[in-house]
Each structure stands twice: as C-alpha cells, then as structure tokens.
C-alpha cells in the first residue's frame, strides 16, 4: 500500500485520449492518414521548423522560465500589454494550472456533456465537482451553461468557441454578452484552441477584458506545433500572475519556445495555410456528401460528419477506418455521437479517406444489422 | 477579486529560481559564462540535436502520450521492465506529479534544509508541511531525516543523491539502509539528476527495489537535454501507474522525446562527455585555489567552492561575478551558503571565470569589509 492522499486513491489511472501511436502499436501498422487528432496536417511553418532546429543545438540550456520572448510578441500581435499574457505546456497544461487555482473538493463546475475532456479531467482530478449542460442544436448552450452555474453557484464555467468535437460556433456578440453576465463566483474560461479558423463574425476582440475571464489560445492548432506543448492565456495581470502560484515555471521547452516566436510571425506560411485548410474541409464534405454523409458547418480545422445513423455506427465506422489506416475520432456523447470528426489535410491524406470511406461505411452498417 | 481556493489564495505567486536571461535582462547583456543553472555546458550529442532537427518537421503531430519508445529504451538501457519507467515533463514535472498524489492540507514532508528549492516549491503548493532537517558536514544526513520522518509520520522524504547544491555524496551501501528502513507511511523521493557523474560506489544498482521508493532521473544534465524537459522515474509498477492519475499525459513534447531517445543511444557521446566534465571541474578546483578557495569533492557535474569567508560575502561574490558577465549561484543556508556553485563547461567558459574571480572575489571581500 502507498499512501496516496484519499482524492488520488479514489481517481482512476485515466487518460482523457488514447494516443494514434498505441492504436498503431496495437494494429501493428501505422496510420496512412491520421486525421484524428485535429492536428494540422499542413505542417509548421518552415521558419518555424528552421528555429526549431537551430535551438535544439542549444537544449543543454533550460528555457527561459518567464517566457519573456514569446510573450512579448504575443501581447505586440494582440496589441495588448505582455502582463496580460501567461504561456503554459499547451492548453492542456494551463487547464491544470487553472483547475488547481479555483476546484477543491466538491467546486461546481459547468461545462457541456460531451466537451474537452481533458478539462473534465483536471477538474476530477481536484476534487472538483462536474456538473454539465447537454449541447442544442450541435451548439454548446450558452443560456443553459449560465443558468446551471447560477444555480450551482460554479467556481469555472468552461466554453469552447469555436467547439471542439462539433465545430460549430457562437458570434462574438453572444460571447459578449456572456462575458457581461458571469456570475460573481465564477471564472470563465473561453478556449479559443480553433479561433484562428474561425469567421470572423466570431472572433471576440482581444480587447475585450473581464476580471474573471481566461482565454486559451494555443500554437497547436493554426501554427502546427501540437507536439511541442505551447499555450497561452490572455487573461488580466491579476489572473496571469495568479498561475505563477503553482504553474511549472521551467515547464516550456527551449525549442518550442523558439518555435512558436518563429511561427507566430511567418505570416505567410499562416494566410497558405488558411486556405489550405478551408479547401480541405469542402473536400472532405465532398467525400462524405459521395457517402450519403452531412458535414456540418465548421469553424475550426475539423469536420465532423454526420453519418445518419446513430452513435452505434458511428463507433462501427471509426473502427472500420482505423482497421483500413484512417485514424479518426468522434464525439462521445448522443446525439453529437453520430457524427465522426475528420480534420483538414493535404490531398494524399484525404485520398486515403476518399478510398475507404465508402467500405468502412458498408462495414459499419453492415456489422450493426447483423448485431441488431 | 477572483474566486481562488484558500489554498491558492495563501500561495505566493513565486518562482523557485529566477533564471539568467531574466538576469541578463537586467543587466543588459548576455552573460559570457552560463555555469550557474548545472547545465552541462558540454552539449548535447550530436546525434541527439540531428534527432531534434528531423523530429521539429513532424512537430504538427502531438507526442506519444504513453512515451512509449522512451520508456522502452529506458527500461532497455537499466535492464528492468518498462512498467516500472514513469516519463514526465523533468523531474520538475515529475515531482509535480508525485507531491499530488502525497500531499495534501498539512501533510508532513521531510527534507534536507537547503535542498531542492522546488521541491519544496510543490510541496508547499499542494498545502505540506515542510519539515527540515540540517546538512552534517555538507551532506545531506540519513539519519536525522529518517528521524524527522519517524517522529512526523511524514509521507515524502526527499533525498538527493548525490546532493545539489553541495555535490556531495552517500555510498549505495548508506542508501541501501536507508531503503529497508522507510518508514510505512512514508515514501522515499531518491533525486538522483546527477547520478551518472558520481562515483560508482556512489551508485545504486537499478535492481534495488521498494515498494515506496521513486528514483528521479534526467536527462537534463549528463545528456544536456536540459531545454527540453525529459525527466523519468523507476519505481513500482504499481506507482508508475499512479502518475497517470494526475500527470499531463500529453506533456513531453514530441522533439523531447526523441532527443531523449537518441541521446540515451550514444554511448561514445556519453563517455567523452564524462571525461570532459571530469577535467573541467578539476579546473575548477585549480582556478578556485589560485584564489584562496576550496573546492569540495564532488559527485556532480558542479563544484560547491567554499569561499572561507560567510554566506554574505558569497552572496556579494555572486553579485560581483554577475556583473562580469560569469552566472553562478550558491547555496541557499549557513553554513553551506559560504559556498558559491559552478558548473563544469569547456576551456572558454571556465577562461573567463579564471579571468573575473579574482576581482571579483576582491570587490566582494572589501564591499563586506566597508559594509561590516
């Protein structure tokens, strides 16, 4: 017996995602189109890249621990004042940080069935108790979201815009008006993780400020460095300075720092690779239209297709893609569970998903009228 | 305000180390000896950066959350099952993770007073209570903390082995009783981040196991992988899984892990390396003899030179070597705090410590001398 504290003895060995590799370990082969993820599968800037390459040569030194490049020009690209700005190992990283400073045992927190559950796991993981609203209309709920944590009295309200699985999105008019009406007790946190992909009806302005409003952003998404574990929060100097209460203060790398400074300012490479993702998402509602599938309207990197049947199928489908080297996901909960989530790629990916699409789709019908 | 736990509400916002480029920031200009953070100025394998390099092109893609290779080549390299490996983001990262599952609101934490800053750091996050024990003749003293453990029923003990910042040292015959005598409600946090530089009576052998002991590793400082925070622990199966509760599963960033990975493999890279730390901190010893200082053996890639003055003057020294432009640091409590810290580098760093202490050393003494 070792002596956990009684909140670690009682949490599960979890892990919010199983990872494509460990499907790949299991499978015995590699995906030929990993388009899971939602990672950008057209690649990082090659400024980025170079940076990248050039710091690792110098990765027996630590980072630095305040982050003062990157945030500097984070807070220039905003125009807002680098003491608004705090950088964390992703959004995933900064969640814990913030879940620690506001959820204790029994918190209330608000968030929607069947939105991150990374979040989700942070909160369980101290203590914090979840209490969710069901999606409308594929959208998060944002009227529900308030009423249930007034009624709650929540210490977090958790809202992606644009939203992750589904894609869909509110109009920064709704947000603003959200932001006017948080509760006293509460914090909200505004993920911002596909914003960049977003029209730009629903891009908040990032002068837009609250004392208890944290928005995530992240280089994982837009700038193509999910594997290097760079997010930030615009937030007030108050709050920024809060996450230095308990954040890891050597937590982001030396090269992923320098690969996001590079990466922020290759404005180039950024405005391709906008177009290279919207051509790719009507593709892949084209491929999906070909197979009797409905895309959604989408405002991230990802689409997630409705497949006209049920949850059971869809499950049936990712599995069939994956045996056939797709590696998709999809949502976890009904009804936003008879859809599959495919995210933007070059042509050669979404070739793949064109081929096996229509098998997969046989396959998984076909194996859920015999089990019926 | 903004609704934070009590717990974080006590926190300072604080930093366990204010790191060099915030120093060279102040003063205006890079420092032209970076020998204070025990970075192994020596560098990073080759094969390790090239390993980087290629790795940053795929950066789009997350890393494996199970770090599943790493954990593999580890387990290979000390011949135990991968079970027992637990991957994380340093040991920093790691004992984030491990003062999670221990502590919580006044649980009793032994250490050594002076030791590892962020440690403590996390144990004061998470609500501990520190309980402190004093060195015994520059090293950290077995038995006293395993007295302060018996006597607080503490549920950590932290030792480092061989120490920071002193760089002194146990056998793995000391360590080894000290393993059979842990207490039952305490686990044992056996920091060894230094451990390949050390003397091999100095180190325990893989193969010693306990079912609450956790040996920390890196590769931060004999694989120069400082920047990219690649930390492991070897321990039970059963902790191991344990980490897995609360740890940032997507945490060690895709690049790091594969540095990591090539660095572990070149075993000639490794071996040059030693020698060249070896020879430098020999230097060292010579440089800080020509000056009237003494250095203490060590087991580290660092050398604790002790002034012969008191921590005040060491403190002034600091200054004093900062301002030429050589970052050290010293230890944090008397009598150990009469020391200043340096870490082993090549011929061209330790030049211009050799060039500057001097004076250095003689404005610090008459600084002390006026003031006094």
Avoid at 98 to 115: E, H, Q, W
């Amino acid at each position: 017996m070792i002596p956990l504290t009684p909140l670690a003895a009682s949490l599960p060995s979890t892990v919010p995602f199983v990872g494509p590799e460990a499907q790949e370990r299991a499978r015995g082969a590699p995906f030929r189109a990993r388009l899971g993820a939602n990672e950008n599968a057209f690649g990082t800037s090659p400024r980025a890249i170079e940076a990248m390459a050039r710091a690792a040569a110098e990765a027996w030194q630590y980072g630095d621990p305040e982050n003062f490049d990157l945030k500097s020009a984070i807070a220039e690209h905003y125009g807002v004042p680098a003491a608004r700005i705090g950088v964390g190992e992703g959004i995933d990283g900064l969640l814990q940080v913030i879940t620690r400073l506001f959820v204790t045992d029994g918190t209330p927190v608000v968030t929607s069935a069947g939105a991150y559950p990374t979040f989700n796991y942070h909160v369980n993981g101290f203590g914090g108790r979840l209490v969710t609203v069901p999606y409308r209309d594929d959208r998060e709920d944002i009227d529900a979201l308030l009423d249930a944590a007034r009624r709650e009295k929540a210490a977090l309200i958790y809202l992606a815009n644009p939203d992750n699985p589904m894609g869909t999105w509110h109009d920064a008019d709704a947000l603003r008006r959200l932001i006017e009406d948080i509760p006293e007790h509460a914090v909200l946190l505004l993920d911002e993780a596909y914003v960049e992909f977003a029209p730009a009806a629903a891009q908040l302005a990032m002068s837009v400020e609250h004392p208890r409003l944290i928005r995530l952003r992240t280089f994982s998404k837009a700038y193509g460095l999910a594997g290097m574990r760079v997010g930030y929060a615009v937030t007030t100097p108050e709050m920024a300075s809060a996450f230095d209460k308990v954040r890891n203060h050597f937590g982001v790398n030396r090269v992923a720092q320098a690969g996001a400074l590079a990466a922020l300012q290759d404005h180039k490479f950024f405005r391709r690779m906008l177009a290279d993702v919207h051509a790719a998402k009507v593709r892949i509602g084209a491929i999906a239209a070909a197979h009797g599938m409905t895309a959604l309207p989408s405002a991230t990197n990802f689409v997630a297709l409705d497949t006209g049947f049920d949850g059971t199928v869809a499950r049936a489908l990712v599995a069939a893609l994956s045996a056939r080297g797709v590696f998709v996901r999809m949502p976890f909960v009904a009804p936003q569970d008879r859809c599959i989530r495919v995210a933007a790629g070059p042509d050669e990916l979404l070739d793949v998903l064109d081929a096996e699409l229509g098998a997969a789709l046989a396959e998984a019908t076909s194996v859920v009228a015999v089990a019926g």
